[in-house]
């Protein structure tokens, strides 16, 4: 069974599902011009997001939802399984020289999206802790983070109903006494910075 790649996207206005509405989406082609039976996807202007690393204790930088437009051809049910890969394009970048800012973990949860209120149920969480991954730089330090992770079972989505979403919750710290330095999430026009690789059908 061959994979999807669904590439994470910023939109230059939201993409509004029932009660869901986010500029952040994960979507099979680099630059669609629509999405399957969904209203056209306007175009992209944003190639990052960014936060402040501002604590010298871990702490949630960005955490963005990603509401993933169904692969081409599936209008009713969607359905995904077996061996997963998820990865990130990160960029840090330390507030002054000789001092340190640490990426230190990514938890990313696989959700339904209900239709009628937006609510999340998590489908499956994975946690995964770096060490080793920093900056002791003012110019940017590229990183990245990918993990491969499977379900157990495939997980069936009723397209009428709900849709599939991919939480990002970035964690990292400034050594202790630095001034703040930044985080970056790439998801570069025309590329596949950011994405999950997923057998879906």
């Known amino acids: 069974m061959s994979k999807s790649l669904l590439i994470t996207r910023i939109l230059n206005e939201n993409f509004v ?18 999405a399957n039976d969904f209203a056209a996807i306007p175009s992209v202007d944003i190639d ?16 963005p939802e990603f509401l993933v437009i169904p692969p081409k051809g599936l209008s009713e049910e969607l359905v995904i399984s ?10 840090l970048t330390s507030g002054q020289a ?8 990514i938890v990313t949860t696989i959700s339904q999206v ?16 770096y ?14 983070a990918i993990h491969e992770d499977s379900f157990d079972a495939p ?3 009723s397209l009428t109903d709900t849709l599939l979403s991919v939480g990002m919750s970035i964690w990292a710290h400034k050594e202790t006494g630095a001034l ?10 025309g590329s596949a910075d950011t994405y999950l690789s997923a057998s879906i059908w």
């Open 82 to 91: 077996g061996i997963f890969e998820i990865c990130a394009r990160i960029g």
């Open 131 to 144: 060490t080793g991954k920093t900056n002791t730089l003012i110019t940017e330090r590229i990183l990245s």
């Open 180 to 189: 703040d330095g930044s985080l970056r999430l790439y998801m570069e026009r």
């Open 155 to 157: 997980v069936r989505i």
């Open 114 to 129: 209900d239709k009628v209120t937006g609510a999340l149920t998590a489908i499956k969480t994975i946690t995964v802790l």
């Open 17 to 34: 599902y029932g009660a869901t509405s986010t500029p952040y989406v994960m979507q099979e082609d680099m630059l669609p011009d629509d």
């Open 98 to 105: 000789t001092k340190t800012v640490d990426l230190d973990k």
């Open 48 to 63: 990052y997001l960014t936060g402040t690393i501002a604590s010298d204790v871990s702490a949630e930088i960005i955490a």
